[in-house]
């Protein structure tokens, strides 16, 4: 099995959305756009990518969401050196259709007494949704390891929800430790380094901004 060295999880650049949550009553969140902040953002994540990756090859997934496509070109890698795939099941929690921008407002309120992981948006998902589909993703990864001829670098161009989701999934964290911890900022980066005792190690923790609070003995 050619397990890559690093596993680089990057959160897109600032979007519309992000500077103006009333966007989202005329825009669809697939189609939100990265603003001049994000187009910036996205640059300076590729200067430091170029850097990490120098001529190594990468294996790269992108959300099939606009502002990932477009963080993804600002990147700027080589494409003789790069293959990429588009993976729905990176995409965003979706959070309905159309969005109300008050009702959202009223959600994320529920959300934040409610739980992150476990409240549902109308016609929307939960947390726990989203971390299915990731479940679903890292079984494919894992297989795709099995190819001799694997990259040595896997790059994933996601969103931040998706991104805590995927480190809770691959390094066993229980729902209080995922509660526990902030999103990643808009072009910031988490990598999963992998060591000499064969486990993958997180590069930086995320932020937390309270004490875990566990129901039990998973901390």
């Known amino acids: 099995m050619a397990r890559p060295r690093r596993i680089v999880l990057l959160r897109h650049g600032e979007s519309e959305g992000n500077a103006d949550d009333s966007v989202y009553e005329r825009v669809p969140d697939h189609a939100l756009r990265l603003t001049e902040t994000g187009r910036r953002q996205a640059e300076e994540a590729g200067e430091r990518l170029r850097a990490t990756f120098g001529d190594e090859r990468v294996s790269i997934y992108v959300s099939p969401y606009r502002r990932t496509h477009q ?8 494409p003789s050196r790069t ?3 588009e993976e729905p099941r990176l995409r965003e929690q979706d959070w309905g259709n159309w969005q109300d921008r008050e009702d959202v407002r009223k959600q994320m309120a529920y959300r934040d007494a409610y739980g992150h992981f476990f409240y549902r948006f109308a ?3 939960s947390g726990a949704d989203v ?4 479940d679903a ?12 001829a694997h990259p040595p670098n896997v790059l994933l161009v996601t969103h931040g929800l998706t991104m805590r989701l995927f480190c809770m999934r691959w390094l066993h964290w229980s729902v209080a430790e995922f509660e526990s911890l ?3 900022g808009n072009g910031e980066m988490r990598t999963l380094l992998l060591g000499s005792d064969g486990r993958y190690h997180l590069d930086r923790p995320f932020e937390r901004w309270c004490t875990p609070k566990s129901y039990g003995h998973t901390g």
Do not use: I
Request: negative net charge.
């Open 131 to 134: 971390y299915d589909r990731v």
């Open 137 to 148: 993703f890292l079984e494919s990864l894992w297989r795709s390891f099995e190819d001799p």
């Open 83 to 85: 293959r990429v795939r």
């Open 71 to 78: 963080t993804l070109k600002l990147l700027d890698l080589d």
């Open 182 to 184: 902030s999103n990643p």
């Open 123 to 125: 016609q929307g998902e």
